[in-house]
């Protein structure tokens, strides 16, 4: 989120989709989370201009939203690259080589874990287990998977994001059962 | 098995649609159900079907819905736990991205039994193409009248929401997942009251599985007779296995239980990569590895118990000669170190305290007394933990200890790097 915003232009763009959304539960209290998505997805990360707009559009405590956004990793409280690359290190993919792809991206993007390229491109991060272990190495960028990486298919990705003038993310590889 | 059941349209291109679903006989069982069976012959049927939970805990399905209260006057509320997230696990995510229909048809058929006229499908929050298809997939029941007020005309009434989790392992155990759902921390809380009792908004409430919902279109559609005549007696009816790690081939296989461990490997994973196994982790990453020459051990409930692991969610990783086991040891602490929720000391102080060890013996910085350490806190995690992510990874950590006693000594006596340079993660 940019200073551009103020806790005045979020309440007014998220106030109407939020109440959509608290049709779905009980309390206002379960609406926090979606909404912190909602706000995440609109403004690029969460600050707390977002935390207390949020918390005055559902009429609870600041704190409430807080807690939340602290303790869920999906939600971002500082700007990333244009591209997340989120790269699984849990066992099933270590076992395939995950750790040296993590090395070879440190050295292409000569960044650590945790940190974004000088161009704003890229966000390096190492992530547990996203539900790719049949096709590992597997990570994910933004939300699209990219799975039986190798460094050449690293590589080649990493070209095309980089030249891209469009998003080139399009579509996930589904995982597939075993031919039995 | 000849014949696969869960999987059967996995792989075909409509499978996601309602008219393809519908055509191969979907939402017809649960015509049957909202219009001649009463919620407790529901409820009857499953349990006479033996069905037990695919998530993780393998609890009888029938008897977790018997639980819920009858007339209370309460709101009951349905949950799907979708937050797959045990390293190895990847089945749910399959069922959902290419069959969601089915799981939209489970969960009506257990809200009808439950009498739940809301229910939650809690998707973690990486499964993005889940999301979408799931809710694609709910779109189309309402609009076909599967979902809404008045279901084929009864007084049954039932809706469905998604909500999505936002990276939070712990979010899998089920009352943690119901905090997540009231807004709160995905932190687990005291059991009794059960779920069953004083659940979601304090209402009774149950929790299944992607895959246990999946089965219980089965039942339905084929019968109790069919279901129980698959597997084991104590544990019937198909079941996904997942195949990840150093094998052959990796996938999904659609077995009954009761095979044994080494089977899985050869037959369906095809084999070691390299050389030969060393360890293979039965059921996900909780579940604590049995080596080499313990495969023989059959996939159930019982026999991984008496084994000291556990069936878990069936996910099978398997490590051959080319890994350092306290490598894995290592990652397995450092992975349910940054899940633990925080709520309790022993998980929240003893799994980093353990995970820092096994970095310093990984790295060769080892000191003797390091593994008697170990083991005295893997003993004051396991069973001091407020809920089974502490005992798990203390167990997991443990079974490394126990089985390869030998490479742990190496790394420590020799003072040596026996692994390849490891990146600074």
Redesign the interface.
């Not at chain 1, 602290?70 to 997340?84: C, D, M, Q, R």
């Not at chain 1, 395939?96 to 960044?111: C, K, N, P």
């Not at chain 1, 996203?130 to 990705?157: F, Q, W």
């Not at chain 2, 018997?66 to 696990?89: I, M, Q, R, W």
């Given at each position: 989120m940019t200073a551009a915003y103020s806790k005045q232009d979020i309440i007014a763009e998220l106030t109407v989709p939020i109440a959509e959304i608290a049709k779905?539960?009980?309390?206002?209290?379960?609406?926090?989370?979606?909404a912190?998505?909602l706000a995440q997805e609109t403004y690029g990360f969460l600050d707390e201009t977002a935390y207390r707009a949020i918390s005055e559009i559902l009429e609870v405590p600041e704190i409430?939203v807080f807690?939340?956004a602290s303790?869920?990793?999906?939600?971002k409280n500082k700007n990333i690259g244009k591209y997340n690359l989120q790269l699984c290190?849990?066992?099933?993919c270590?076992?395939?080589g995950a750790?040296?792809l993590?090395?070879h991206l440190?050295t292409r993007l000569g960044i650590?874990?945790g940190e974004t390229s000088k161009d704003g491109l890229f966000t390096l991060t190492?992530?547990?287990?996203?539900?790719?272990?049949?096709?590992?190495p597997a990570m994910?960028v933004n939300?699209?998977?990219y799975t039986n990486l190798s460094k050449e298919r690293v590589d080649k990705l990493l070209d095309q994001l980089s030249q891209a003038d469009t998003d080139p993310l399009t579509g996930?590889e589904?995982?597939?059962?075993?031919e039995? | 098995m000849s014949e696969l059941v869960l999987l059967k349209h996995i792989t075909h291109p409509d499978s996601t649609s309602i008219a393809f679903y519908e055509k191969t006989g979907g939402y017809q069982g649960l015509k049957k159900i909202l219009t001649t069976y009463s919620p407790d012959k529901v409820i009857d049927t499953v349990k006479a079907s033996n069905l037990r939970g695919r998530g993780g805990a393998g609890f009888p399905t029938g008897l977790k819905w018997s639980f819920v209260p009858k007339d209370d006057g309460k709101t009951h509320y349905l949950c799907c736990n979708a937050d797959e997230g045990e390293p190895g696990t990847f089945k749910d995510r399959l069922l959902m991205e290419r069959d969601p229909h089915r799981v939209i048809e489970g969960m009506i058929i257990a809200a009808y039994a439950i009498q739940a006229e809301v229910a939650y499908i809690y998707i973690r929050g990486e499964y993005g193409l889940s999301i979408a298809m799931i809710t694609q997939a709910l779109k189309a029941a309402y609009a076909r009248g599967y979902l809404g007020q008045n279901i084929f005309n009864t007084d049954f009434s039932l809706n469905i929401y998604v909500h999505k989790g936002a990276g939070a392992y712990i979010c899998g155990e089920e009352t943690a997942l119901l905090e997540s759902i009231e807004g709160r921390r995905g932190q687990p809380k005291l059991k009794p009251p059960f779920p069953a009792v004083a659940g979601l908004y304090d209402c009774p409430t149950v929790i299944n599985n992607v895959e246990t919902f999946v089965c219980v279109t089965h039942i339905f559609a084929r019968g109790v007779d069919w279901f129980t005549s698959i597997g084991p007696e104590d544990a019937p009816g198909p079941r996904l296995f997942g195949l990840s790690g150093q094998l052959q081939n990796r996938g999904i296989v659609e077995l009954p239980m009761g095979l044994s461990l080494r089977e899985l490997v050869y037959d369906y994973g095809g084999g070691p990569l390299t050389g030969q196994f060393k360890a293979v982790i039965p059921g996900g990453l909780s579940a604590p590895m049995i080596p080499l020459a313990g495969l023989d051990v059959k996939m159930n409930f019982a026999d991984l118990a008496a084994a000291d692991s556990m069936m878990g969610s069936a996910a099978v990783i398997a490590l051959d000669e080319t890994t350092s086991i306290p490598t894995v040891g290592r990652r397995i602490a450092e992975f349910f170190s940054h899940e633990s929720c925080g709520k309790c000391a022993p998980c929240r102080e003893g799994l980093p305290w353990a995970s820092k060890i096994l970095n310093r013996i990984e790295s060769g910085h080892g000191r003797s007394g390091d593994i008697e350490q170990l083991q005295v806190i893997c003993g004051g995690v396991f069973g001091n933990s407020f809920c089974a992510l502490g005992v798990g990874a203390a167990w997991a950590i443990r079974a490394t200890l126990k089985h390869f006693p030998h490479e742990y000594d190496a790394l420590i006596n020799q003072q040596t790097i026996p692994v390849d340079d490891r990146t600074n993660l």
């Amino acid at each position: 989120m940019t200073a551009a915003y103020s806790k005045q232009d979020i309440i007014a763009e998220l106030t109407v989709p939020i109440a959509e959304i608290a049709k779905c539960y009980p309390t206002q209290r379960s609406v926090i989370m979606p909404a912190l998505y909602l706000a995440q997805e609109t403004y690029g990360f969460l600050d707390e201009t977002a935390y207390r707009a949020i918390s005055e559009i559902l009429e609870v405590p600041e704190i409430w939203v807080f807690e939340l956004a602290s303790f869920y990793t999906l939600y971002k409280n500082k700007n990333i690259g244009k591209y997340n690359l989120q790269l699984c290190t849990n066992v099933p993919c270590m076992l395939r080589g995950a750790y040296d792809l993590f090395a070879h991206l440190q050295t292409r993007l000569g960044i650590n874990k945790g940190e974004t390229s000088k161009d704003g491109l890229f966000t390096l991060t190492a992530v547990e287990c996203i539900g790719s272990c049949d096709v590992s190495p597997a990570m994910m960028v933004n939300d699209t998977y990219y799975t039986n990486l190798s460094k050449e298919r690293v590589d080649k990705l990493l070209d095309q994001l980089s030249q891209a003038d469009t998003d080139p993310l399009t579509g996930n590889e589904p995982s597939a059962g075993n031919e039995q | 098995m000849s014949e696969l059941v869960l999987l059967k349209h996995i792989t075909h291109p409509d499978s996601t649609s309602i008219a393809f679903y519908e055509k191969t006989g979907g939402y017809q069982g649960l015509k049957k159900i909202l219009t001649t069976y009463s919620p407790d012959k529901v409820i009857d049927t499953v349990k006479a079907s033996n069905l037990r939970g695919r998530g993780g805990a393998g609890f009888p399905t029938g008897l977790k819905w018997s639980f819920v209260p009858k007339d209370d006057g309460k709101t009951h509320y349905l949950c799907c736990n979708a937050d797959e997230g045990e390293p190895g696990t990847f089945k749910d995510r399959l069922l959902m991205e290419r069959d969601p229909h089915r799981v939209i048809e489970g969960m009506i058929i257990a809200a009808y039994a439950i009498q739940a006229e809301v229910a939650y499908i809690y998707i973690r929050g990486e499964y993005g193409l889940s999301i979408a298809m799931i809710t694609q997939a709910l779109k189309a029941a309402y609009a076909r009248g599967y979902l809404g007020q008045n279901i084929f005309n009864t007084d049954f009434s039932l809706n469905i929401y998604v909500h999505k989790g936002a990276g939070a392992y712990i979010c899998g155990e089920e009352t943690a997942l119901l905090e997540s759902i009231e807004g709160r921390r995905g932190q687990p809380k005291l059991k009794p009251p059960f779920p069953a009792v004083a659940g979601l908004y304090d209402c009774p409430t149950v929790i299944n599985n992607v895959e246990t919902f999946v089965c219980v279109t089965h039942i339905f559609a084929r019968g109790v007779d069919w279901f129980t005549s698959i597997g084991p007696e104590d544990a019937p009816g198909p079941r996904l296995f997942g195949l990840s790690g150093q094998l052959q081939n990796r996938g999904i296989v659609e077995l009954p239980m009761g095979l044994s461990l080494r089977e899985l490997v050869y037959d369906y994973g095809g084999g070691p990569l390299t050389g030969q196994f060393k360890a293979v982790i039965p059921g996900g990453l909780s579940a604590p590895m049995i080596p080499l020459a313990g495969l023989d051990v059959k996939m159930n409930f019982a026999d991984l118990a008496a084994a000291d692991s556990m069936m878990g969610s069936a996910a099978v990783i398997a490590l051959d000669e080319t890994t350092s086991i306290p490598t894995v040891g290592r990652r397995i602490a450092e992975f349910f170190s940054h899940e633990s929720c925080g709520k309790c000391a022993p998980c929240r102080e003893g799994l980093p305290w353990a995970s820092k060890i096994l970095n310093r013996i990984e790295s060769g910085h080892g000191r003797s007394g390091d593994i008697e350490q170990l083991q005295v806190i893997c003993g004051g995690v396991f069973g001091n933990s407020f809920c089974a992510l502490g005992v798990g990874a203390a167990w997991a950590i443990r079974a490394t200890l126990k089985h390869f006693p030998h490479e742990y000594d190496a790394l420590i006596n020799q003072q040596t790097i026996p692994v390849d340079d490891r990146t600074n993660l």
